[in-house]
């Protein structure tokens, strides 16, 4: 009777533990962190950050836990930029086009058609120039932790193929709330209002606006052709560059030994990102197409290119756009 009553509350001993995320030995402080983007829970930011919370969790035998909000649950993407350099946010993946809000150094990765391909954007990032980027968030209270994307910005609509600049004369397009963004569909004679991702599909459904811009897969996984958007070109104006991110706030409250790994998982996690959108891109496409989206290929970027080129004059940090267009002669 006795054993058995030893082992019963062994057994209930072992059930409260894994219901507190398991594995910590008693006693042990658990610290539970919350990560949130943006975006569904099939987008890569998302599938990465799970990818990050196993190995936390089980590299710190769950002394730390990791909760992941997809879909803004936990505020949109300038919200959470907020909440990390408050301390009420403790993980974040973004696009940067908001976070420049609070860091204005980023906005020179908002200049359009700025990088030649994919490969150079990488070598910029993950070289000095982003390293000063990352010292910039890191002086508002934000670590950043790995360069992801979100894949390259192309435009759709509810009305006509965009296929030259004049194409776009007064159209209404939501862009995010980012000045270059705004300024460079000015040129390109279209009406821009900036909002939050949040606000968009409402927008685009209810016809406050006509257009929108975002990478295919973000198209795809919110079904914009269900909310008026029958056509896309494929322009790829910005490669939309995001970054995974933690509050200082919070890298400072955790014990040496954890904080190190969560830091580790974080660096980890930008390269896996990035492989899956390039991976899920062509797929997104394809959907698009088959939901009776027209999809606008092979169109000349070059007079998009001439129209926006005077925002980079807007750029703040000259001297850090100079680089990045040196480093990829
Ligand atoms: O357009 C935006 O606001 C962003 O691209 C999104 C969809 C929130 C993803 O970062």
């Known amino acids: 009777m006795k054993k058995k009553l030893s082992m019963l509350i062994m057994f209930s001993a072992m059930l409260f533990l894994a219901a507190c995320g398991g594995g910590a030995a008693d006693g042990e402080e658990v610290y539970t962190l919350q990560a949130g983007h943006s975006l569904p829970d099939d987008h890569p930011y998302h599938l990465a950050l799970l990818e990050m919370k196993e190995n936390v969790e089980e590299r710190t035998?769950?002394?730390?836990?990791?909760?992941?909000?997809?879909?803004?649950?936990?505020?949109?993407?300038?919200?959470?930029?907020?909440?990390?350099?408050?301390?009420?946010?403790?993980?974040?993946?973004?696009?940067?086009?908001?976070?420049?809000?609070?860091?204005?150094?980023?906005?020179?990765?908002?200049?359009?058609?700025?990088?030649?391909?994919?490969?150079?954007?990488?070598?910029?990032?993950?070289?000095?120039?982003?390293?000063?980027?990352?010292a910039a968030l890191d002086e508002q209270g934000i670590i950043g932790l790995s360069w992801a994307e979100n894949g390259y910005r192309h435009i759709t609509?509810?009305?006509?193929?965009?296929?030259?600049?004049?194409?776009?004369?007064?159209?209404?397009?939501?862009?995010?709330?980012?000045?270059?963004?705004?300024?460079?569909?000015?040129?390109?004679?279209?009406?821009?209002?900036?909002?939050?991702?949040?606000?968009?599909?409402?927008?685009?459904?209810?016809?406050?606006?006509?257009?929108?811009?975002?990478?295919?897969?973000?198209?795809?996984?919110?079904?914009?052709?269900?909310s008026n958007q029958n056509y896309m070109t494929l322009t790829g104006h910005v490669y939309s560059v995001a970054i995974y991110m933690m509050s200082k706030q919070t890298y400072e409250k955790l014990p040496e030994d954890l904080r190190e790994i969560v830091v580790e998982e974080g660096e980890r996690i930008g390269a896996i990102e990035r492989d899956m959108i390039v991976e899920m891109e062509q797929d997104s496409i394809e959907i698009l197409k088959e939901q009776g989206m027209e999809i606008i290929e092979d169109i000349d970027v070059a007079p998009f290119q001439d129209a926006v080129r005077p925002v980079y004059d807007m750029v703040e940090h000259q001297e850090l756009l100079n680089r990045i267009l040196d480093a990829q002669q």
């Open 61 to 134: 035998d769950g002394r730390v836990i990791i909760e992941v909000f997809p879909f803004s649950e936990i505020g949109a993407e300038r919200e959470l930029t907020e909440g990390m350099t408050l301390g009420t946010v403790d993980l974040v993946v973004s696009s940067t086009a908001p976070v420049t809000n609070f860091v204005p150094e980023l906005a020179v990765l908002d200049a359009p058609f700025l990088f030649n391909d994919r490969e150079s954007a990488v070598e910029v990032l993950e070289g000095e120039i982003g390293d000063e980027l990352f």
């Open 157 to 226: 609509n509810s009305t006509h193929p965009i296929e030259k600049p004049e194409d776009l004369k007064g159209v209404k397009i939501r862009t995010q709330e980012n000045e270059i963004h705004l300024a460079a569909f000015e040129k390109l004679g279209a009406q821009p209002t900036p909002m939050a991702w949040t606000e968009a599909l409402t927008a685009l459904q209810q016809g406050v606006v006509d257009a929108q811009e975002n990478p295919a897969i973000v198209a795809d996984q919110y079904s914009l052709f269900e």
